[in-house]
C-alpha cells in the first residue's frame, strides 16, 4: 500500500477517482491521489486492453494517461489535485478508437504494402 | 512566420532544474531579458524537486545534496526572469519560435537564444513483465517522495547506481520498510573501475558519501543480494514480485511493487526534434547533442546545458549553466568575449573536477548487456504499442534495419511516448542482430509537436512577449 508520510500542513483536497469521493493533501499530483487511494490502474494499453500503471512519474512514460476533468489523455503525474476534479482510469484503445482496425492488422508485411499499392493498377513496386 | 524582434526575448530557457536555474541567474544578472519554460509546478528539476516547499516535516532526511537544492531555487525565483511553470513545450522552430501548452491552450514566443536544460530521464530497465502494474522506476519513488510525500512500504529494489542506493537509504530515514535491494553492479565492474578511482579521488567526500549510503543500508537489516543478473518480474497481469541469479542461485522474492533503476540518460525529444547533431557516447552508453565546451549545438541559436547535454550531475550541471549563459550573453553582445572566457574558468575548473569523478561512476554502475537488449522474445520494448522483442525481431527480419523503418513496420516508438522508452533499447537491437555500431545505426527521427496535443490547444494560439505584454493572435 502506498500512503503519505507526515504533512507540513494538512489542507485537503476533495476529488473524484472512478467515481469515489476521496481527501488527498493539497499539492500532491493526481497520480498520487490514485496511488494513495489503492487505484493503480491509469490506463488500459492501447493493443492488448491491459490494465497500466504510471511507470516513471515524471512525465517521461505517458504510462499515467487518464481522463481529467472529461478531458482524455492528461499526464496524472503532471498535474495536481482541484478541489471536485473527476478523475478517470482512461479506456480509450485502437479497438474503441479505430474498430475497424484489429490488433492483429497493425503489423503488416512488406508484400501486403504492396499488394496494396498495386490494387489500383498505377504503381508498380516491383519493377 | 514570426522572426526575431523587439518582441522577442533575449534567452528562453527551458527547464528550470539546476542548469536552467543558473543559467537563467546568470543571463538575468547581466541584463538579458530572459524566459524560463517548465512543465512542472515549480522551479528545482526532478533533483530538487518542491524543495522550497517540501510537503514533508522533516526534509532534511532526504540529505544534505537535496536541501542545498533550495539555495539555488531562491536565488532563481529572486533572479527578475519571466517564468512559465506548467507549460509544456512542443515545438522549436529555427527560427527562435517556441510553441508550448500553457493552461489549456497554446502559447508562443520568439528568442535569439535557447538554452536547452530538460534534464535527464531513467534508461529504460526492459526486463520481462516490467510493464506491468507494480513495476516503477527508483527515481519515481524519489519524486513520489520528495512532491508528495508518498511512499511505497515492501517493496523490492532492483538494478544499480548511486540514486538507487540514494532512494533505498531515504526510506530508510523516513521509516518506510524496504523489503530488498538486488544490487546488478557486477562484482568485475569493481575492478574496471579501479583505474578510473584515483583521478576521481579529487571528489573525495562524494564518493565516501556513496560508500556510506551502502553502510547505511546494510545497518538498517535491509537485505541486499549483489552482482544479480537475469532479473524477471514476476505476476501475471500484475507484479507479485522478482526472480533473479545471484551467486549462481535462483532467487526468488514476493513484493507487489518493485522499483527498478540502472542509470539516467539524457532526455532527448527536444535536442532530436529541433534536428541537432547527435552522436553515440560509449562512456555513459546513450546519446547525446554534439556539442562544443561552451554548449553550443550544431544550430547557431541553440544551445544544451545539465544532464540533457550528457550525464554529468546536479553539481556540473549548475556549473555548465553559467558557462553556457555566459557564451549567449557574449553572442548577444551583452559581454565581451574576455568577460565569457574570465567569469567562466571558475566554473569550467570544477566542471572538469566533476567529470574525472564521472568517468568512475560511469563505469563502476554501467547497465549490464543483459538488462539494456531484452534477449527474450516475450520482453516487451516499445510499451505505448505493445512491441515485443519477439515482434521487433520479425520486423527485422521483414527487412527493417533502422530505428525508422522498424517503426514504419511495428508502431514502434510511434505511440504517445514517442519512443523515449524504447529509443535506446531499439538501436541496440538493431546494432546486435547487423554486427553493427549503435553510432551507425541510428536513432529515431523524431519531429514536433513533442506531446500529445487538444484540438482546442492546436487552435488558440496567444504569442508572449517580455514585460508579460501579450496580444491574441488570431488563428
Known sequence: MFRYLAQQTTPEVRLQIND????????????????????????????????????????????????????????????????????????????SAMPYLTPSETMITAEQVVQFFEQDGEHDLRG | MTCVDNNSFDIAVIGAGPAGMSAAITAAKKGARVIVLDDKVRAGGQIYRNVAASPLVDKAKLGPDYVKG???????????????FGASVWHIGDNGEILFSYQGATQS?????????????????????????????????????????????????????PLLYLIVAQYIRFGVKVKALVDTTPRAAYLEALPLLPAALSQFGVLKKGLLLLNEIRQAGVPVFSSATQVQVRGEKRAQGVSFVAKGKTHKLESEHVFLHQGVI???????????????SEQQLNWQPMLDQWGASSVSNIAVAGDC?????????????????????????LITAQQRDEEAQKPL?????????????????????QHRVPQNAET???????QTQGQLRAGYEQGACTPDELKGLTRCGMGPCQGRQCGHTVTELLAQWQEKSVSDVGYYRLRSPLRLLSLPELSQFQRISPAAKSEEVTK
Open chain 2, 309 to 333: 547535454s550528457a550525464i554529468i550531475g546536479a553539481d556540473a550541471a549548475e556549473e555548465m549553466g553559467q558557462v553556457v549563459a555566459l557564451d549567449r550573453l557574449n553572442r548577444l553582445g
Open chain 1, 20 to 95: 469515489i469521493w476521496v481527501s488527498v493533501p493539497a499539492g500532491c499530483s493526481v497520480w498520487s491521489a490514485m496511488a494513495s487511494q489503492g487505484e493503480l490502474t491509469t490506463r488500459l494499453s492501447s493493443v492488448s486492453e491491459q490494465a497500466r500503471s504510471a511507470y516513471c512519474a515524471m512525465g517521461v512514460c505517458f504510462e499515467c494517461l487518464v481522463e481529467i476533468d472529461g478531458i482524455p489523455n492528461r499526464q496524472a503525474c503532471l498535474v495536481e489535485v482541484a478541489e471536485g476534479m473527476t478523475v478517470k482510469s482512461q479506456t480509450i484503445t485502437q479497438e
Open chain 2, 109 to 161: 514566443l520568439t528568442a535569439r537564444e535557447i538554452i536547452v536544460c530538460c534534464g535527464a530521464m531513467e534508461r529504460p530497465f526492459p526486463v520481462p513483465g516490467w510493464h506491468m502494474p507494480g513495476v516503477m522506476t527508483a527515481g519515481s519513488a524519489q519524486v513520489m517522495l520528495k512532491n508528495d510525500g508518498l511512499v511505497k512500504e515492501d517493496a523490492v529494489f532492483v538494478g544499480s547506481g
Open chain 2, 380 to 386: 516487451m520494448v516499445c510499451r505505448c504499442e505493445e
Open chain 2, 266 to 280: 539524457p532526455n532527448l525529444n527536444i535536442t532530436r526534434a529541433i534536428g541537432l547533431q547527435h552522436h553515440y
Open chain 2, 349 to 369: 575548473a570544477k566542471v572538469k573536477s566533476y567529470n574525472q569523478l564521472r568517468r568512475f561512476i560511469d563505469r563502476l554502475y554501467l547497465p549490464i548487456e
Open chain 2, 70 to 84: 533550495e539555495q539555488l531555487v531562491k536565488r532563481f525565483n529572486a533572479c527578475g526572469c519571466e517564468t512559465r
